[in-house]
């Protein structure tokens, strides 16, 4: 089965730094996109990013970039996410999303971690 874990998350101080990770497993991770997704209480859920199959190509958010990093670590099936200078408004459950192809379904179904939380506050 298709399994996505996320960890690292916690409270960190405004201008502070965490990185997550995210365990994949039941798939082909190595060929797989992978991105990130954030929600904070009473908003919906956003891109953070995403990250090619072979770590090639990045994307991220207006509202995270040149701050956080994607990145990939694939003997490990691994994807990461570097957050740096954090604000509060980052505070968040992060979770880790990709898409796979049912042949039950004929069609592409997401694929979300359970998340993790972040808070950002001093």
């Known amino acids: 089965q298709v399994q996505l874990v996320e960890s690292g998350g916690g409270l960190v101080q405004p201008g502070g730094s965490l990185r997550l990770s995210c365990a994949a497993s039941?798939?082909?991770?190595?060929?797989?996109?992978m991105n990130w997704y954030r929600q904070a209480p009473g908003r919906e859920r956003e891109l953070v990013g995403g990250i090619t199959s072979t770590g090639g190509s990045t994307n991220y958010a207006d509202s995270v970039k040149g701050r956080f990093t994607i990145s990939r670590d694939n003997a490990k099936n691994t994807v990461y996410l570097q957050m740096n200078s954090l604000k509060p408004d980052d505070t968040a459950v992060y979770y880790c999303?990709?898409?796979?192809?049912?042949?039950?379904?004929?069609?592409?179904?997401?694929?979300w971690g359970q998340g993790t939380q972040v808070t950002v506050s001093s």
């Open positions: 039941g798939f082909s991770f190595s060929i797989s996109t």
């Open positions: 999303n990709t898409k796979v192809w049912a042949y039950s379904r004929m069609s592409l179904r997401d694929y």
